[in-house]
C-alpha cells in the first residue's frame, strides 16, 4: 500500500465517522472538496463533485439538520439514519481510495468506513436516547447542535489532518467504551428511581 492510498483511506474513514454525527455533512464537504478542486476522488466517483450532486447534498443537509432541531422527529431520524450512516460512510471511504483491487477497496470501504460510521452513529442515538428519556427531548436541540458541530469538525479535519482525527475518533470511542456508568445492581428499589 502506497503511502498516497494509506492518506486517501485514513481521509475516508475519518469522513466516516463524521457521517455518524450526521448522515450528509461529510457527504457535502466532499462534493465541495471535490468540486474545488481540494479533494481527488476515485475512478466512477467523479459525479460526487457535479454541481446537481452538490446541489443535492445541499438540500439534504439543511433539510436533515433541521429535521434535528423538531422535538421527536430528532428520534425517528436517528432510527433512519443508523443504517444511512453505513452505507455513507462505505461510500465515502470508496469514493476516495485509489490504486487499489475493487475487492480489496469495497471490503475495507464496508468495514472500515462503514464500521465507523455505524460506531459513531450508535453512539449519537444512545445519547439522544438518554437525552430525550431524562429531559423530555428538551436538552436534544444542544445535543443536535454538538452533533452538527462534530460532523462539520470532524469532515473538515478529515482531509485537511486525517491521522489526527483517526486517533480522536479511536479515542472517543474508547472513552464512550471504557466510561463508568452507574449500576442500579444492589441498590434498593427506592433508590433506583432517581
Same mark, same amino acid.
Given at each position: 500500500? =502506497?503511502?498516497?492510498? /494509506?492518506? @486517501?483511506?485514513?481521509?475516508?474513514?475519518?469522513?466516516s465517522a463524521a457521517c455518524g454525527f450526521r448522515v450528509f455533512v461529510p457527504l457535502l464537504v466532499v462534493s465541495l472538496a471535490s468540486? =474545488?478542486?481540494?479533494? /481527488?476522488? @476515485?475512478?466512477?466517483?467523479?459525479?460526487?463533485?457535479s454541481n446537481a450532486a452538490l446541489i443535492a447534498f445541499g438540500v439534504a443537509t439543511v433539510a436533515e439538520v433541521a429535521g434535528y432541531y423538531v422535538p421527536w422527529v430528532d428520534n425517528f431520524l436517528d432510527g433512519?439514519?443508523?443504517?444511512?450512516?453505513?452505507?455513507a460512510g462505505t461510500l465515502i471511504t470508496a469514493s476516495l481510495v485509489t490504486e487499489m483491487s475493487p475487492f480489496l477497496k469495497w471490503t475495507l470501504a464496508v468495514i472500515a468506513g462503514g464500521g465507523v460510521a455505524g460506531l459513531v452513529q450508535g453512539t449519537t442515538t444512545v445519547a439522544r436516547g438518554a437525552s430525550t428519556f431524562?429531559?423530555?427531548?428538551?436538552?436534544?436541540?444542544?445535543?443536535a447542535t454538538v452533533e452538527l458541530g462534530g460532523a462539520l469538525v470532524t469532515s473538515l479535519m478529515a482531509i485537511l489532518v486525517p491521522a489526527l482525527v483517526l486517533l480522536l475518533v479511536v479515542a472517543l470511542i474508547g472513552w464512550w467504551c471504557l466510561r463508568p456508568r452507574r449500576s442500579t445492581v444492589g441498590r434498593p428499589a427506592a433508590d433506583r428511581t432517581g
Open positions: 500500500m =502506497t503511502m498516497e492510498t /494509506a492518506i @486517501s483511506l485514513l481521509v475516508g474513514i475519518g469522513l468540486h =474545488t478542486g481540494h479533494l /481527488a476522488l @476515485s475512478s466512477g466517483f467523479e459525479w460526487m463533485g433512519l439514519a443508523g443504517p444511512a450512516a453505513v452505507v431524562s429531559t423530555a427531548g428538551l436538552a436534544n436541540p444542544l445535543l
